[in-house]
C-alpha cells in the first residue's frame, strides 16, 4: 500500500519534472559552445546571476521596484472594489458610467505612462499611477459582475432582516462575489508586473526594468539574460503567492464546487 | 432608454475633460481641454503619417493574433487530447506562463531591432497563452460519454476531433481569442511605445519628447477608440461563431 504510494509520487515527480529538466538540459548544451554573443552559454548566464543579483543591487533595483509593485497593485484593488461595488449595486449608476469605463479600460495602460510623466515625474509616484491605472479595471469589472450575480434571494432575505449595512458588506457581498474578484485579480496581477517593468523602462533610476535596459544598451548580454531569467522567476512567484492565498480564501468555493462537480 | 444614460455618462466625461484643465485646476498645457484635442484629432487624421503609423499598428496587432490563436489552437487540442502529454506539459505551462513577456523587450531589440519581428515576437508571446490554457480547459470539458461513443463507432482521430472535441473546445477558444485580442493590443502598443517599431506608439512618443502635448492625447484617445472597437468586435465574432452558446458561455477559472 505505502510503496504504491510512493511509486505514484515518484511518477508524478518524474511527469512534473521531466520536460523542464529535458529543456534545461537542452538550453545548457546547445549554448556550450556558443559564440554568439546574443546567446552566451548557459553555465556563463548563471554564472552572472549570482554576481550581478546577490549584490548591493537587489536592495537597489529589485526591491524598490517590488514595493513600488506591492502598494501600486493594492491600491488598485481597494480602488477597484470600493468602486465596483458602488457601481454594481445600482443600476441606473451602472447604465450612466458603462459606456465610459468601456473606453477609459480600453486604453492600452503603457500609453498613460507619458502622461503621469507630464504630471508627476518619473519618481516612484509615476510607477505606483501608472500600475493603479492599469490594474484597476479587472478587479473593477469583476467585482461588478460578481456583485450582480449575488443571490437576490438572499438579498430580500437580508432585507426583510433590516441587516445593516457594514454587516451586509462583509458576510454577504464580499464573499458571494470573492470567486470574481480573484479572477479580476488574477488579471490584474499579471498586468502590473508588465507595468511595473515598462514604467521603469521608460524613465527612471533604478528598478528592474531599468537595469534590463542599462544591460541592454551597454552590450552586457550574459547580465541582461539574467535580467530576463530574475523577471520570469518573479513572475512565477508571484503566481504562485496570488494561488496561495486564493486557496487559502475561497477554500469554501473550491470545495462547493468540487462537491457539486461529484454529485452531479 | 439604456443607451441614452450611456450616452449621457460620455457626454458626462467629455464635459469633466472640458472643464477641469479650462478651471485651472491642472495646467493647460499637461491637460489641454476636449475641444483642443478633438481639433488636433480632426488635424491628425488629414495627415497620411497618422494613417501609416494606424496601418502599422493594426498588422502587428492582426499578425500577432492570428499566428497565438493557431498556434494555441492546435498545440492546446494535441496536448489536451492526450493524457500523457497533459500532464507532463502542466508544470512547463505553469512556468512559462506567469514570464511577462515584456522582460524579452531587451532581447528583441537587440535581434530584431525596430522591425516587425520584435513586436509579433512579444504579442504572439504574451497572447498564446491566453488562447492555450482556455482551449485547454476546453478539451478537458469534452463529455467522457460523448468521446468513449465517438471511440464506439471506430471514429478516426480526424473526425474524433472534428466532431467530439472541436464542438465543446469552440466557446473556450473564442473566451481565448477575445482575451488575447486585447492583451495583443497592448503588447503592440508598448513595442511600439518602448523599442520604437513604427506605430501609433511610436507617434505618441514622439508627440511626448517633442512637446506636441495634444497630439499626445490624440494618440491617446485613438488607441482607446481601438481598444473599445477591438472588444466589440471579439464579442460580435463570438456571436457569429456560435449563436447556439451564447447562455452558457463562462470563463474558465484557471
Keep these: 500500500m505505502s510503496s504504491d504510494r510512493a511509486i505514484q509520487i515518484v511518477r508524478q515527480m518524474a511527469l512534473a519534472m521531466g520536460l523542464p529538466a529535458l529543456l534545461f538540459v537542452a538550453w545548457w548544451i546547445s549554448s556550450s559552445g556558443s559564440e554568439s554573443i546574443f546567446f552566451p552559454p548557459l553555465s556563463n548566464i548563471l554564472r552572472t546571476f549570482a554576481d550581478v543579483w546577490f549584490s548591493p543591487r537587489i536592495m537597489h533595483d529589485v526591491v524598490p521596484s517590488l514595493v513600488r509593485l506591492f502598494i501600486g497593485y493594492l491600491s488598485a484593488v481597494a480602488l477597484g472594489l470600493a468602486l465596483g461595488i458602488a457601481i454594481g449595486a445600482s443600476r441606473r449608476m451602472r447604465q450612466v458610467i458603462e459606456p465610459v469605463l468601456e473606453f477609459l479600460r480600453a486604453i492600452p495602460p503603457p500609453v498613460l505612462v507619458p502622461i503621469f510623466m507630464l504630471f508627476v515625474g518619473i519618481g516612484d509616484m509615476m510607477k505606483m499611477l501608472v500600475i493603479i491605472s492599469g490594474c484597476v479595471w479587472p478587479v473593477l469589472l469583476n467585482t461588478v459582475a460578481g456583485v450582480r450575480a449575488l443571490d437576490s434571494v438572499l438579498e430580500e432575505v437580508i432585507r426583510c432582516y433590516r441587516i445593516g449595512m457594514v454587516a451586509r458588506l462583509w458576510y454577504f457581498v464580499l464573499p458571494g462575489a470573492s470567486p470574481q474578484i480573484f479572477a479580476g485579480m488574477r488579471q490584474a496581477l499579471s498586468i502590473g508586473i508588465i507595468l511595473m517593468v515598462i514604467s521603469e523602462m521608460f524613465a527612471a533610476s533604478n528598478g528592474l526594468g531599468f537595469s534590463l535596459v542599462q544591460f541592454q544598451r551597454s552590450f552586457a548580454i550574459p547580465e541582461m539574460w539574467t535580467g530576463i531569467i530574475l523577471l520570469g522567476l518573479i513572475g512565477i512567484l508571484l503566481a504562485f503567492i496570488f494561488r496561495f492565498v486564493e486557496n487559502w480564501m475561497l477554500a469554501w468555493y473550491f470545495g462547493l464546487r468540487r462537491s457539486q462537480r461529484e454529485s452531479s | ?254
Aim: aromatic share 10%; net charge neutral.
Design chain 2, 1 to 254: 432608454m439604456t443607451w441614452v444614460r450611456g450616452i449621457g455618462g460620455l457626454i458626462g466625461l467629455a464635459i469633466v475633460l472640458e472643464a477641469v484643465p479650462r478651471s485651472g485646476a491642472v495646467s493647460p498645457l499637461y491637460f489641454p481641454p476636449f475641444s483642443t484635442i478633438m481639433v488636433a484629432l480632426a488635424e491628425e487624421v488629414e495627415r497620411a503619417s497618422f494613417w501609416s503609423a494606424l496601418g502599422k499598428t493594426l498588422e502587428s496587432w492582426a499578425l500577432g493574433l492570428a499566428i497565438a490563436v493557431c498556434a494555441g489552437a492546435v498545440i492546446g487540442i494535441a496536448i489536451g487530447s492526450s493524457a500523457l502529454l497533459r500532464e507532463t506539459t502542466r508544470s512547463t505551462i505553469e512556468f512559462l506562463r506567469p514570464i511577462p513577456s515584456v522582460a524579452l523587450i531587451p532581447l528583441v531589440t537587440l535581434l530584431f531591432g525596430t522591425t516587425l519581428k520584435s513586436n509579433l515576437i512579444l504579442v504572439v508571446y504574451a497572447s498564446f497563452w491566453q488562447v492555450l490554457i482556455q482551449v485547454l480547459y476546453g478539451v478537458q470539458d469534452v463529455d467522457p460519454l460523448a468521446r468513449e461513443t465517438a471511440r464506439s463507432y471506430r471514429l478516426s482521430r480526424w473526425e474524433q476531433i472534428r466532431y467530439v472535441i472541436w464542438p465543446t473546445t469552440l466557446p473556450y477558444l473564442m473566451t481565448g481569442v477575445r482575451l488575447a485580442a486585447a492583451v495583443a493590443l497592448i503588447l503592440t502598443i508598448t513595442a511600439e511605445l518602448v523599442i520604437g517599431t513604427p506605430g501609433l506608439g511610436k507617434e505618441l512618443f514622439l508627440a511626448q519628447t517633442s512637446g506636441a502635448y495634444e497630439i499626445m492625447y490624440v494618440y491617446v484617445v485613438v488607441t482607446g477608440i481601438i481598444g473599445v472597437i477591438v472588444n466589440v468586435l471579439a464579442r460580435a465574432l463570438e456571436r457569429a461563431v456560435m449563436p447556439w452558446h451564447s447562455s452558457l458561455r463562462t470563463e474558465a477559472m484557471p
